[in-house]
């Protein structure tokens, strides 16, 4: 009988444990981490000091798992009348309110205290900015009010950037914006086609998502207006900024003229669910790999094969 109750209470603390792992929307966080160690390696042309690069990503874990908590409390209402946030920990009743907050408010000052000591100021006060913002400007004040919210809020999700750069040089760079830059265009198109898949949902609690006001139609337009400029932006960085090179090139325009292709295809079928369901995943995959194709760029062992390369090609045409 002992035994029994040390294993229902060891698989009820585990059952917790897992509630407030979901409050962080774990899924969303290694997204924001591609993009604080794409802005890190190009920052260190290439030459990351390891501790730092942990300690930049565990912070920035945090800070996310902050925002996304508080972001939880907020919307608990609203979660539990979307069938597709029903269960999650705070509308279902498996967490509380007021724990939830006090479990987002030290992984806030944690995040603060690694990043301050690790790295510096500069890059904690950026991850503390992008809770602030995420919770007040995009929660509070866009989300429930205004079709811009996504495009606005992005701003949020395109701070890990600036904070994996200022980490790295203590500083914000032209470069450090243009990445927060192609990271806050970027997020429309992949949020879009997303809400496009589920926009029954959120006309259902009354969020003024781009489909719900205006319609397939003029969404499927400005997916494809904010996907072109996005990948022209990816470009700025190899002109005329001069951060990258040749490999980054070819991967950004390899996996830029896929993305065009995606959202071409949508415009000209608004309605067609399966194409937005299929250009939210490859956004997902494109923001990855492009920030891999930042750090492979990056490495100074790709530029040596390079230069390798190109003098074998210099001997054999001479």
């Known amino acids: 009988m002992i035994e029994t109750n040390v294993s229902r209470h060891h698989q009820t603390f585990l059952q917790v444990i897992h509630s407030y792992y979901q409050l962080t929307k774990p899924r969303i966080i290694p997204l924001l981490l591609i993009t604080t160690a794409g802005s890190m390696w190009i920052a260190a042309k290439g030459e990351v000091n390891p501790l730092l690069l942990l300690v930049t990503l ?31 920990p705070l509308p279902s009743g498996k967490v509380q309110p007021r724990d939830a907050l006090i479990f987002a408010i030290a992984l806030a000052v944690i995040s603060f205290t690694l990043l301050s000591v690790f790295a510096n100021l500069l890059a904690a006060m950026l991850a503390m900015s992008g809770i602030v913002f995420y919770v007040l400007i995009y929660t509070h004040l866009l989300k429930r009010h205004s079709t811009q919210n996504i495009v606005i809020g992005g701003a949020a999700g395109a701070i890990p950037a600036l904070v994996g750069w200022a980490a790295v040089t203590g500083t914000l760079s032209w470069s450090a914006w243009l990445i927060f830059g192609i990271v806050f265009l970027w997020t429309p198109p992949h949020f879009w086609s997303l809400a496009l898949m589920i926009r029954d949902d ?117």
């Open 58 to 88: 565990a912070g920035g874990t945090l800070a996310a798992a902050s925002a996304q908590v508080i972001n939880c409390v907020y919307d608990r209402d609203i979660d539990y009348d979307m069938e597709r946030t029903r269960h999650r």
């Open 202 to 318: 959120y006309a259902k609690v009354g969020i003024p998502m781009l489909p719900v006001v205006a319609g397939t139609k003029p969404t499927v337009q400005q997916i494809w207006y904010y996907t072109l400029v996005t990948v022209a932006a990816t470009l700025l960085l190899v002109y005329p900024l001069h951060q990258s090179g040749t490999v980054y090139t070819a991967i950004a325009l390899w996996l830029g003229a896929i993305f065009i292709h995606k959202a071409w295809q949508l415009l000209h079928n608004p309605e067609d669910r399966t194409l937005a369901k299929g250009l939210f995943l490859y956004s997902i995959s494109y923001m990855m790999l492009l920030c891999l194709g930042m750090v492979v760029d990056s490495l100074p062992v790709t530029h040596h094969v390079i230069h390798v390369v190109v003098d074998k090609l210099h001997l054999l045409v001479s």
